[in-house]
């Protein structure tokens, strides 16, 4: 041991008085210092320095802001609100501040940065990581980048597919036969969920459904059921909900279910790299830790959804499939079309409407919705346990119009706490045709920015309704779509970007 | 043209007024709005929402930060301090929001993601749009990952070294004969420039030098000028003390040579990928731009240097020669020992008197520092029309012991504003051997990073005293190092850390 001159090292001064400054940095975790703390004198005002923060028994590992300004006395902290969440902080607390240890899988991930093949015992070291927080954005965007494109083979997607599922939950359930569906998404308006999950539990089937919530687009599956019923189960009542009716629709975030996945999704969005492999594992990973034998997957191709080819869906099934069967699942691939929205509405409320209007067999019920959600049901159908190939579709026909999976809807909605009638915007405006002619091409990233700008997810009753499809024929002055909103500088800004982008819905004078 | 029933869409009202409050997020440009903007609910609260913020004739893209709390009133926006200097901002003034465009470059860097090849024009955008600012922290992180590893070719280090180059400033110096020296890093003391630039100059040889600061080690030569003479010089004032004295030590960060580097360091730093073609790019592209033609690069070669093997360092000269070729300049790689320290402070205000102990030619003055400046001087030398291999090692010492490098030296501090004494630590503490034996390894990192915790760079009189070197023999008891502090709690930082980590100065009992 080598000695210090003058007795022992002093003790480390390292706490600091916790004060709250309400900063959402979405899910990074930021930790605010002043200038003369020592924290940040020792780390020089790095660029992305990184210290473990510790308070009571938890801890997380930040990025360090410096704060110049009178916000932060001498000796004060704050914490972005995701890591004031995850550590439970106070204002007046005192948390410690360390060094964080070296992450010993950041040389799994170099590995893969230069090429090299991961394997199980790799992958799993790295999703601990990400799973514990210990990750920077800086490093997830290097682990997605480092595997998009085709830089995962088959056998990596396994590994990285079974890492994931055993970073978190695996729920089980009685019985060899756990069916699910999932859509790949990139579709304005694709709820079949809520069709599919009703239909299929009426048919005797265990479905545990879990969703996302929309990050990037105007309602996700658990957003537009939220309006219905509550999402916001966890685990516990999750299970007693599909013990009692067979089905649920749940928000998969309070279920941590490959939490690794909910992280990734974070920076997969903004850099928008299609990484197969990853798409693989993030579908696969989700529905084999909700105990899913038996699953669907919904892949809708067209020039502006998620997939844009025939070959591309194709190979993107292949590789479902041959993944789920390593992992002792099985998978199907359904392709279904993507050159529009589907149903009429865009946004929570007004994709509940649509929902609720097939459900219930009203006459105006958009044909296009009932039919997707029959199409997909019939799937699902096929994989119970002596299935007629063939039959299948007429079931979830007779299940739907016997009014059977409408009741069954009700009674997963009361299940998980209530029944709700969607709420309806008090401000609408239509944007209407410009000239006489047909409808070419609806842009589905322009109208679901539309929605977001009327506030959609945020305002329930927000977003677009659709009034015209593909090769229909418009009257100049007849509206095209009608924007939904609660605020009025919501209308606005929508429309705003209506009148910028003429063409997101175009009709072609003829 | 659709139109919108009951008139035209009403304006936006995109406005916030600016309050300052002094967060710095490094170089990451943060816009802070309330949860009740309008952009902020346009944008969902999406993670890595960005928007562009302009301001007069300025504007930039940001990253968006909701602040929930009382910091920010109704209608009030702030900014990070890099993204408020950028655009020059004043309390009270008016921001613009807006969606920022589409980044076309982006295609370019998928393109990359995906593996394949990036021709000149294609780095031309990206590198474009990084240096105004349009990537995120996480597209730069996909961008460095993407180029990691051997994942350019020659032919692409040669074009992205060039985009580089086009992207600032670019430097002329009468003469075809302009030369420079660099060295590749992670060693910490090794402060040859500040020696090596005085006897090339004093040879007669133009050699316009910029260095950088620390980021995160201990001092950059830009640092350790700093406390001998200033070095913030703009490009008009280098320009006049390289044609008055021959040479110059100046900071490159005010003089705008290849920016887009300083960008991607900052990222490559916190990641701590080695991208061989992205290096090669660095190094050349500064030089290049700084009008040098002819240039020697130290590569230290050891276990915690940057360079790890003889091999790494064969395969890195040889690309770095090719593309130096390849780009109409002359590059000489010079491989050195990097198993420990250069000389014996480490620190800026410690390592310049090392450099005025070898430059007075003082009988303690460290040999390892002197030798390799020899060395590293000679090889420049051999650059000179008419140079005789084998004599320019002897030239070179012969600058020195006359002291005509001394007085070069002096004179150029002079021509660049002051000549200074190196201050003294008020505080310092050694830390002892805890037994009689050899000393066997000196951990580079660790080190580093006392001197780091004890103050340096940023108190310039901070840093470590090593007292012995690979291969002495030490009595127990006697000093391993001395760490060097102007506070006495940064004093008490460094010695902890120095406590919890026993064989940073190891020593073998025998």
Redesign the interface.
């Known amino acids: ?6 007795g ?6 390292g706490a600091l008085t916790l004060r ?8 990074e975790a930021v930790v ?1 210092m002043t ?1 003369d703390c ?1 924290v940040c ?8 320095s ?1 210290v473990q923060v510790a308070l009571g028994g938890r801890h997380l590992i930040a990025t360090v ?5 009178s ?1 932060l006395g001498h000796g004060e902290a704050s914490l ?2 995701s890591a004031w969440r995850a550590l439970d902080a106070q204002e007046g607390a005192r948390v410690q501040l360390s ?1 964080p240890e070296p992450l010993e899988s ?1 040389s799994v991930l ?1 590995a893969k ?3 090299r093949r991961v394997e199980l015992q790799g992958w799993r070291e790295v999703l601990a990581d990400v799973v514990e927080g210990h990750y ?4 997830l ?2 682990l ?3 595997c ?4 995962l083979d088959l056998a990596e997607t396994i590994a990285l597919t079974q890492a994931m599922v055993e970073g978190g939950e695996r729920l089980q359930w009685p019985g060899s036969h756990v069916v699910d569906k999932h859509s790949v998404g990139g579709l304005p308006g694709n709820r079949t969920t809520l069709i599919v999950v009703p239909i299929v539990a009426a048919a005797g089937l265990t479905i545990p459904k879990t969703s996302s919530r ?3 687009s105007p309602a996700g599956t658990a957003d537009t059921m939220e309006v219905l019923a509550p999402v916001d189960l966890n685990v516990e009542r999750m299970r007693r909900v599909v013990e009692q009716e067979g089905g649920c629709i749940v928000w998969g975030g309070n279920v941590r279910l490959s939490p690794a996945d909910d992280l990734l999704i ?2 997969e ?5 299609d990484s197969e492999g990853q798409l693989v594992a993030s579908v696969l990973s989700k529905k084999i830790a909700a105990g899913s034998t038996h699953i669907v997957i919904d892949v809708p191709v067209g020039p502006t959804a998620k997939v844009r080819s025939a070959q591309a869906a194709r190979v993107l099934g292949e590789r479902l499939e041959a993944v789920a069967q390593a992992l002792g699942v099985h998978a199907r691939v359904h392709v279904s079309d993507g050159m529009q929205p589907v149903g009429r509405g865009i946004g929570p409320a007004l994709e509940a409407r649509d929902v609720m209007a097939v459900l219930r067999g009203e006459p105006g019920a958009p044909a296009d919705l009932r039919e997707r959600s029959l199409a997909l049901a019939a799937q699902v159908l096929q994989f119970a346990p002596g299935a007629v190939p063939g039959a299948t579709f007429d079931t979830a026909r007779r299940l739907l119009e016997s009014g059977a999976a409408l009741r069954k809807f009700e009674a997963i909605c009361r299940a998980q706490g209530d029944l709700r009638e969607p709420p309806r915007a008090p401000l609408t ?6 000239c006489t002619g047909m409808c070419v091409a609806i842009d589905n990233r322009r109208i679901a920015r539309v929605a ?2 009327s ?1 959609a ?3 329930p009753s927000a977003g677009v309704e659709l009034h015209v499809r593909l090769g229909e024929r418009v009257e100049k ?1 007849a ?2 779509y009608t924007v939904h909103a609660e605020a009025p ?2 209308l ?5 970007y ?2 910028q982008h ?1 063409d997101i ?1 175009l ?1 072609e004078e003829r």
Do not use: C
């Not at 041991?1 to 003058?6: A, H, K, V």
């Not at 709250?20 to 899910?27: E, R, V």
């Not at 920077?136 to 490093?139: A, G, P």
């Open positions: 041991m080598p000695e210090i001159e003058g022992d090292a002093p003790e480390l001064r709250w400054l309400g900063i959402d940095t979405y899910q605010y200038r020592h004198r020792s780390e020089g005002f790095a660029a992305q990184r802001n410096v704060v110049s300004s916000l972005s609100e060094h950041l170099r940065v230069y090429g920077s954005e800086l490093h965007a290097a997605v980048t480092a998009a494109g085709d830089r929309a990050i990037t974070r920076v969005r903004p850099l928008d790299f405006r239509a944007v209407n045709a410009g977001k700008l506030g997810p945020r305002a002055g509206p095209l500088g919501e606005a800004y929508a429309l705003s209506a009148a003429v819905v009709v």
